[in-house]
């Protein structure tokens, strides 16, 4: 979904936030679920110019992951959607890409960076900041293509995340972490996640390109791969609880 960073092998958009969220599921997930006291409709109003087939027909939920974060790819309360056509995917991805939250996150990532020294040729100052930035917004860009537009259109599978929404909370984070492994196709039926895993893959050895010299290799290539794969299971799983602490903050 995201691509790997250099400096901490990624901090997926939101994973830091996802990560202490997830601390407290278990709790969430015990507790009885009171209903809401005006249920709010799945299917938000489009955005002025958009195709409305992205968000009615497709089932796509304009809502912000923990009120923040950009979170278009996600199916919620339901176990089908009509397919996205190649067109629809990339402009998901690229709604979700450069969403206004996404400069101000990156340019925070950057900072830490620049104060860690990361990648030290790129140096510092001014000219070392832009450098950084423009690394970690094209390595999440690139990998978010690879993943939820380029190989699912080639591919023909479904980028999206069809939340479980029901069973105890170890069937559901169970659900969560397989599907980095386990997709649909655009007919519906289950494939192995070959966007997800090879979109990563494909990211990392492309950022080879552009950052420096030193940081160039398989190694550093494939612990970038990996460790993106595991971030993006800990983002699946903050998606898929995301509706119940929603609900719960909601009532309160």
Request: proline share 7%.
């Amino acid at each position: 979904m995201s691509s790997g960073y250099r400096w901490t092998f990624g901090l997926l958009p939101g994973a830091a936030e996802i990560a202490t969220i997830l601390l407290t599921l278990p709790l969430l997930a015990q507790q009885p679920q009171a209903p809401p006291l005006n249920p709010v409709p799945q299917v938000q109003p489009t955005l002025a110019g958009e195709d409305e087939s992205l968000e009615t027909k497709e089932q796509v939920v304009n809502d912000r992951l923990f009120w923040t974060l950009p979170n278009y790819l996600t199916v919620e309360s339901a176990s089908q959607a009509p397919p996205l056509t190649s067109a629809q995917k990339f402009k998901l991805v690229a709604r979700q890409s450069f969403d206004p939250v996404q400069f101000p996150y990156v340019g925070f990532l950057a900072l830490l960076g620049q104060k860690a020294n990361s990648e030290p040729a790129f140096g510092q100052g001014t000219a070392g900041y832009a450098k950084r930035y423009g690394a970690q917004f094209a390595d999440i860009t690139i990998a978010n293509f690879m993943t939820g537009a380029v190989l699912p259109s080639l591919l023909r599978q479904d980028p999206r995340y069809y939340q479980l929404g029901k069973g105890n909370f170890f069937r559901r984070a169970g659900y969560a972490a397989s599907r980095i492994f386990i997709t649909r196709t655009d007919s519906g039926r289950r494939q192995m996640n070959y966007s997800e895993i090879a979109g990563n893959a494909m990211a990392a050895a492309v950022a080879n390109t552009y950052h420096p010299s030193q940081d160039r290799s398989a190694a550093n290539s494939v612990s970038v791969w990996w460790v993106q794969m595991g971030l993006d299971t800990v983002s699946n799983e903050g998606v898929e609880f995301w509706p119940d602490i929603r609900r719960k903050f909601r009532w309160k």
